[in-house]
């Protein structure tokens, strides 16, 4: 079954760290670039971070530039997110998903994602 | 950045009747490689998001074609022919044109 399955979310106070996984089955992992998308309660989505197929380009979102770290371990099928320093508004429904590359750049495949709350 | 604005924010439609959303860009979205790298996605309520149309005007795998995504340059509309009661929730346009990817606000779509 192809799909993508997040987990790490949970509580951390500011300041704190987390660090999220996808896991990704019933596909070629290491054929797609994947990429993290957020959605504040009740909020629209986020765009955060992507990554190629190799791991060699990185993009980031300047609000999480410099705080948030994105891997991936195509031996583990597995695409990672290491959430530093989090804040208030870090606090969203994290969803990874797998992007189908050049010449169509479009999230064909999503995670159900995992909560992150950052609070005090 | 690209700024992407939806309108309307919400739309009420009798079911078997059309809909309509508009997306505008802040910034042609037509890529340096010819492309116009424009996507519609679609949020049921507690659902993760879901592609419908990519590249302005093509539908999805498994995409009904009651849906269908037009426009060009900065101006792009999704329609829907005839609601059905499986289409209520809220539409995304999104662009990858250029970093950072964006996202418009969403269309809540509710039945009347």
């Known amino acids: 079954q192809v799909q993508l399955v997040e987990s790490g979310g949970g509580l951390v106070k500011p300041g704190g760290s987390l660090r999220l996984s996808c896991a990704a089955s019933g596909f070629t992992f290491s054929d797609y670039y994947m990429s993290w998308i957020r959605q504040a309660p009740g909020k629209g989505l986020e765009w955060v971070s992507y990554?190629?197929?190799?791991?060699?380009?990185?993009y980031y979102a300047d609000s999480v530039k410099g705080r948030f770290t994105i891997s991936r371990d195509n031996a583990k099928n597995s695409l990672y997110l290491q959430m530093n320093s989090l804040r208030a508004e870090d606090t969203a429904v994290y969803y990874c998903?797998?992007?189908?590359?050049?010449?169509?750049?479009?999230?064909?495949?999503w995670g159900r994602g995992t909560l992150v709350t950052v609070s005090s | 950045d690209i700024v992407m604005t939806q309108t309307p924010l919400s739309s009420p439609v009798t079911l078997g009747q059309p809909a309509s959303i508009s997306c505008r860009s802040s910034q042609s979205l037509v890529h340096s490689d010819g492309n116009t790298y424009l996507s519609w996605l679609q949020q049921r309520p507690g659902q993760p998001p879901r592609l419908l149309i990519y590249k302005i005007s093509n539908r999805f795998s498994g995409v009904p074609d009651r849906f269908s995504g037009s426009g060009a340059g900065t101006d792009f509309t999704l329609k829907i022919s005839r609601v059905e009661a499986e289409d209520v929730g809220v539409y995304y346009c999104?662009?990858?044109?250029?970093?950072?990817?964006?996202f418009g606000q969403g269309t809540k779509v509710e039945i009347k």
């Open positions: 998903a797998r992007l189908e590359q050049w010449p169509y750049w479009y999230f064909d495949l």
């Open positions: 990554i190629s197929s190799s791991g060699s380009t990185i």
């Open positions: 999104t662009q990858a044109t250029q970093f950072p990817w964006t």
